[in-house]
């Protein structure tokens, strides 16, 4: 299992982005939570295996959902405490 913690840069906030991050996810399998940032970024800490957590990336860096603009994202591990027991919004 792989921990990975994704931030998002771009129009990523009041579009959706959150749900449909929230969609992708669960189809993927994966467990962990997304949540918007101060900064008007997007966290997303999300567990799976290799090919789950490579297939979010591929989707957030092919721009997500069509109503939001991604500009950049950062990926790194997750090294903090992780308590998910499924994909959550928070």
Known sequence: MLTTQFTVFGRVQGVGFRYFTW???TQLGL???VRNLHDGS????ARGENAQI???KTWLEDGGP???RVDKVLAQPFE????YTEFKIT
């Open 66 to 68: 069509r109503s939001a």
């Open 31 to 33: 467990l962990g939570t």
């Open 42 to 45: 997007v966290l997303i800490i």
């Open 54 to 56: 490579d297939a979010l």
């Open 23 to 25: 969609q992708k996810a």
């Open 80 to 83: 903090g405490a992780f308590s």
